[in-house]
């Protein structure tokens, strides 16, 4: 299509599963730098952490950060550390602390830092919170928004429950399944929909029920098919009754 000089050029780029690596690292390296020099130049710049467990059952911090570039707010990955034993105040605070002086940056323009209710985050003496703003006085904190959400979801009224509790069912019924995935693949496919597949939720990372959900909903006309073609007494529950 392009020609045999432009084949040969092609040919002779490297491609080996080394070069992509470095290459690949070379580019991490590059964003970070980018990102890094843009949070040494705000004014100011607030950070959000949490620690989570992932499917190898090992501890991770994750930290987001917000800063002003250019009179406009941007918001980046700040870095993942993997805490390799304990998870408690000082080890966080120790691998942010460290990641902070590694790379030049001036606690003293920290103006805020959100976390969970968590007791090693907000211990009223030795908590990271406490711990922070000992360094960085003009932090102040504030109780991540989305954390309670999941606290309120937790209580949740019992006709609200149900109506969870029956969808997360319908979309185990079709994704828990690899016959059933396939079929309502093919299906979709045939319909010509946008999406191709459910989406399964899962109880650590609180959003996934709302997107499972809205993609249940975006899916409602392909479900009731494929529940009523398989006989599923849940094709009940996707039927409009009004």
């Given at each position: 299509?392009?020609?045999?000089?432009?084949?040969?050029?092609?040919?002779?780029?490297?491609?080996?599963?080394?070069?992509?690596?470095?290459?690949?690292?070379?580019?991490?390296?590059d964003?970070?730098?980018?990102?890094?020099?843009?949070?040494?130049?705000?004014?100011?710049?607030?950070?959000?952490?949490?620690?989570?467990?992932?499917?190898?059952?090992?501890?991770?911090?994750?930290?987001?950060?917000?800063?002003?570039?250019?009179?406009?707010?941007?918001?980046?990955?700040?870095?993942?550390?993997?805490?390799?034993?304990?998870?408690?105040?000082?080890?966080?605070?120790?691998?942010?602390?460290?990641?902070?002086?590694?790379?030049?940056?001036?606690?003293?323009?920290?103006?805020?830092?959100?976390?969970?209710?968590?007791?090693a985050?907000?211990?009223?003496?030795?908590?990271?919170?406490?711990?922070?703003?000992?360094?960085?006085?003009?932090?102040?904190?504030?109780?991540?928004?989305?954390?309670?959400?999941?606290?309120v979801?937790?209580?949740?009224?019992?006709?609200?429950?149900?109506?969870?509790?029956?969808?997360v069912?319908?979309?185990?019924?079709?994704?828990?399944?690899?016959?059933?995935?396939?079929?309502?693949?093919?299906l979709?496919?045939?319909?010509?929909?946008?999406?191709?597949?459910?989406?399964?939720?899962?109880?650590?990372?609180?959003?996934?029920?709302?997107?499972?959900?809205?993609?249940?909903?975006?899916?409602?006309?392909?479900?009731?098919?494929?529940?009523?073609?398989?006989?599923?007494?849940?094709?009940?529950?996707?039927?409009?009754?009004?």
């Amino acid at each position: 299509m392009i020609g045999e000089a432009a084949a040969t050029k092609l040919n002779m780029i490297p491609l080996s599963d080394n070069t992509i690596q470095r290459r690949i690292s070379d580019m991490a390296s590059d964003v970070k730098e980018q990102v890094l020099d843009d949070i040494r130049e705000s004014p100011f710049f607030s950070i959000q952490l949490d620690e989570s467990t992932d499917v190898a059952n090992c501890a991770q911090l994750m930290v987001y950060v917000r800063y002003i570039k250019e009179l406009s707010i941007q918001e980046e990955l700040f870095f993942c550390h993997s805490l390799p034993a304990c998870t408690t105040a000082e080890e966080i605070f120790k691998a942010l602390n460290d990641f902070i002086q590694e790379n030049h940056i001036d606690w003293g323009r920290c103006c805020g830092i959100f976390t969970d209710g968590a007791r090693a985050m907000t211990g009223r003496h030795s908590g990271l919170v406490k711990q922070v703003q000992s360094i960085a006085p003009a932090a102040v904190w504030t109780h991540c928004i989305i954390h309670r959400q999941a606290l309120v979801t937790k209580k949740m009224p019992k006709e609200l429950r149900a109506v969870l509790d029956e969808a997360v069912k319908i979309v185990n019924l079709i994704k828990s399944h690899a016959m059933n995935a396939r079929l309502f693949s093919i299906l979709c496919n045939e319909m010509g929909t946008h999406f191709q597949q459910l989406l399964l939720h899962s109880e650590v990372r609180w959003l996934s029920h709302g997107k499972a959900l809205t993609r249940l909903c975006d899916l409602h006309e392909e479900v009731l098919l494929f529940l009523a073609e398989i006989n599923s007494p849940l094709v009940k529950h996707m039927v409009d009754k009004n």
